[in-house]
């Protein structure tokens, strides 16, 4: 896609860039395209050929913070990344009740309009839970399954957000304009340690996201779909997870603090043909913090490497 035929605003055109930079860092230049669900922009990435692999961010920053991924693995297949609605380069629309309906409502639309009959997924937190409501219903759309820190398997969720659904301090919490918080939120909750390859980089872009006009405001009444002061709304039941038949790796970042890792180990006993792997000395983002470890688990998971 050639960007300069969206008419980008300034919030936009810097994310952009810092997006860029993210792909550079891992020696990618920038193919991304827009296509259209719904009258809500989405934006997506696309690099390689083959078999197709769809990678499902969870809800924060964008398709960027795969950029380890999309390098190792555009070796193999053709990876694709959308910008979930509300995030990275596409139109900042919340999410309507019930959650897992808008999710997987959105997630088959997006595969429908790229042509993707079947495909190998990964989905990591919100993008998780959006896989998960899909497996409940189009199991035949996915081939290879890969979860990673879902959102959807418990009722914990960080107090940040569920005190941003209380009207006063929903502003004050989920504000473009309050940059402490936002630099909280990732050095105390999506990572363990802030030393990695590229975590400056990739810090930028995610700030950058969080800049675009009206972010704010579809994050905060998207909220509304995910939590409530009690914790999270949507949990998958007991039955629901129990007829999943899809054989499915399950990668959790082993100090996750936005979805403790007895979420991982229930989904794991829950699902027959599971298996689950930890990730030592990371949190909520391995596939940032640890990615080596992690790109190698999915790439014996998804080529069948004993």
């Known amino acids: 896609m050639d960007k300069n035929i969206i008419n980008f605003t300034k919030s936009q055109e810097n994310v952009y860039k810092s997006l860029c930079s993210l792909l550079e860092f891992v020696g990618l230049g920038y193919q991304g395209h827009y296509t259209n669900i719904n009258g809500i922009n989405i ?22 913070i795969f950029f380890n991924q999309i390098r190792f693995f555009s070796r193999f297949y053709r990876v694709i990344v959308p910008d979930h609605p509300c995030f990275g380069l596409s139109d900042r629309t919340p ?4 959650l897992n309906d808008s999710l997987r409502n959105y997630i088959i639309s997006f595969m429908d309009n ?6 190998n997924v990964v989905g990591l937190s ?13 199991p035949e759309r996915f081939l290879r399954v890969i979860l990673m820190d879902s959102a959807g398997l418990g009722k914990e969720f960080p107090l940040v957000f569920r005190l941003a659904t209380v009207p006063i301090l929903g502003k004050f ?3 473009k304009n309050n940059n402490r918080s936002n630099d909280m939120l990732i ?10 390859p590229g975590f400056d980089v990739y810090k930028d872009y995610a700030f950058k996201v969080t800049k675009v006009d009206n972010h704010s405001e579809a994050l905060r009444k998207s909220l509304y779909a995910v939590t409530n002061i009690f914790g999270q709304k949507m949990i998958f039941n007991d039955k629901e997870l129990s007829s999943i038949q899809k054989n499915i790796l399950i990668i959790w970042g082993e100090n996750d603090k936005i979805f403790p890792l007895r979420h991982g ?10 298996s689950l792997e930890l990730v030592k000395n990371s949190g909520h983002i391995p596939l940032v913090e640890k990615s080596k470890k992690v790109n190698l688990l999915m790439r014996k998971f998804l080529l069948d490497i004993n």
Request: glycine share 16%; proline share 3%.
């Open 126 to 138: 919100m993008g998780g839970q959006g896989l998960i409501a899909c497996l409940l219903k189009f």
């Open 265 to 274: 180990y229930r989904i794991k006993k829950l699902v027959e043909n599971s």
């Open 114 to 119: 790229l042509g993707l009959v079947k495909t």
């Open 95 to 98: 999410y309507n009740k019930p």
């Open 43 to 64: 934006h997506y990435l696309e690099y390689g050929k083959g078999e197709p692999l769809l990678l499902l961010h969870g809800g924060g920053a964008g398709s960027g």
């Open 187 to 196: 050095k105390n909750l999506e990572v363990q340690s802030t030393r990695f």
């Open 173 to 175: 919490l989920i504000n």
